[in-house]
C-alpha cells in the first residue's frame, strides 16, 4: 500500500475515474471547494481521467494542488481563459440551459487549436482523392495509426496535444476501424519503414485486440520496425504484470521481435516518480525480457517537470530500468497551452543544465523538441551573433527530407515559446526563414 495514501483500495484491477467520480475523489482525499469547482468546469471542456494506480501511487496528496503528478492529472482553474469559465459556470448551473452549454463547450474546444501542426489538413493520406481513416502519414519513412479501439487512455494527462481525440466529438478524433486500409496504403509505400501504433494509447485495447492491428504488419515486408506509443508503464503497470492477458501481451511483444523486426515501446514518462513504485519497475524488466526496446519522452511542462533536477533525475531512473532517453518535447501550441508552457530560452537552459548530469549512456536523449507542422525541430542552443543573440536550430524530422540534419538560426526571443513566435535571423536561406514566422 502506498505511504502517500494509505487505506485505499486493491490497485491490481483496473477501474477509471471521470468527470462523474469527481465528488467521489474529492471525499476520499478531502479536497476543498475551490479545487472541486476547478475540476467540475474544466472537465467540461477537456477531457480528465484517473485510476486507482495514478491516485494511490503517483500523487502526494499532501501537498496537492501543487503536486506535479496532481498538476499532470487533474484539471486546474487557470486552464481556460476566465470568461468562459464564468460562461460555463452559468450554463452548467441548476438555471443553465444544456444546449447553450454544448456550443459554449464546442466553441471553446475550437478556440484551443485541437488539430496543432496542421496534421488534419497535411497528414491525412488520401487513395483516389478518399481519406484513409486513421492514419497519418507526414515523414517519408513513418505512419501513424490509430486503432479506433485504443483512442483512450489508462488516465489523461492535462497537458496532451492529442486531448481531443477524447471528448466524445468524432469530427475531431483520429480512429481507424480495422487495419485494412493500413496495410493496404503501406503496400504502396514501400519507403515507409516504421509504423507507429499510437493514440490515445494502444495498449488499452485487450491483447486479442492489438494482435488483430499488429499482427497484419507482419505480412507487409518493407515495414522493419512497428512502435507502440502509450504511457501505460507510467500510469498502469499492472498492464504488464497482473492483468488478464499480461502473459498474452509480452508473448506477442516476443512474435514481434522473433519475425525480425523491432519492436519500441515509446514510454512516455513525464515524472521521476512515475517510475518510482514496484510495478512500474516489474513491468519495464518483463518488457525488456521480451527482447522489445523501451524509449523514454515526454513535454516539458511548466508546474510539472520545469527543472532541471527533475529532467536529470527522471533521464536516471530511465537508464536504470533499461528505458533508452530519448526526447524531451516542448509542449505543442494546443489546449492548455498558455498554461503548460514554457518559453525555449528557459527550456535550452533547462535540457542543458539537466544533460550535464547525465553519464555517457544517458545522453541519448535530445531536446528541445518542437513537432511542429515542417517537422521536429531541436534548440541546440543560444549563441551570439554580429547581429546579438541568436537561436540555434536543426532539423530532426522534416516533410522535406532534403532539410532534415540542417542547421539554421532564428533571433533570440526571451518570451517565444513555439516556432511561429520565432523571426528567422539575418542570413538565414530562404527554404529555412519559411518555416519561421507563422509563415508554414
Known sequence: ??????????????????????????????????????????????????????????????????????????????????????????????????????????????????????????????????????????????????????????????????????????????????????????????????????????????????RAHIEPLLSVPTVRTIRLGTKSPAYWPQRFVTDQDADELLRLFERVVASGRTLAVMAHFSHPRELANEPAARALARVRATGALLYGQAPLIARVNDRAAVWAELWRAELSHGVVPYYLFVERDTGPHEYFKVPLAEAVRIFQAAYRELPGLARTVRGPVMSATPGKVVVDGVEESDGGAVFRLRMLQARDPSLVGRPFHAEFSADAAWLDELRPAPGTPAEFGALLGGRV
Open 1 to 210: 500500500m502506498s505511504p502517500l495514501a494509505p487505506g485505499l483500495p486493491d490497485t491490481a484491477r483496473f477501474r477509471a475515474y471521470g468527470p462523474h467520480q469527481i465528488d467521489q475523489i474529492a471525499q476520499r482525499y478531502g479536497l476543498p471547494a475551490d479545487i472541486v469547482r476547478a475540476m467540475r468546469l474544466v472537465s467540461l471542456v477537456l477531457p480528465f481521467r484517473v485510476n486507482e494506480h495514478v491516485l494511490s501511487e503517483l500523487i502526494d496528496w499532501e501537498r496537492v494542488p501543487d503536486d506535479p503528478m496532481f498538476q499532470l492529472t487533474f484539471p486546474q482553474i487557470d486552464m481556460l481563459a476566465p470568461d468562459d469559465l464564468r460562461r460555463l459556470d452559468e450554463l452548467s448551473g441548476p438555471s443553465g440551459n444544456r444546449a447553450a452549454l454544448r456550443a459554449a463547450v464546442g466553441e471553446i474546444r475550437a478556440s484551443l487549436n485541437p488539430h496543432p501542426s496542421a496534421q488534419r489538413e497535411l497528414n491525412v493520406p488520401t487513395v483516389d482523392s478518399v481519406e484513409i481513416p486513421g492514419i497519418q502519414h507526414k515523414y517519408r519513412e513513418t505512419v501513424l495509426y490509430f486503432p479506433g479501439q485504443g483512442q483512450t487512455c489508462h488516465a489523461y494527462c492535462t497537458y496532451c496535444f492529442r486531448w481531443a481525440q477524447f471528448v466524445g466529438d468524432p469530427d475531431l478524433r483520429f480512429a481507424a476501424p480495422s487495419p485494412e486500409g493500413l496495410v493496404g496504403y503501406l503496400r504502396t509505400k514501400p519507403d515507409v519503414s516504421d509504423v507507429l501504433v499510437t493514440g490515445g494509447d494502444p495498449l488499452v485495447m485487450s491483447t486479442e485486440r492489438l
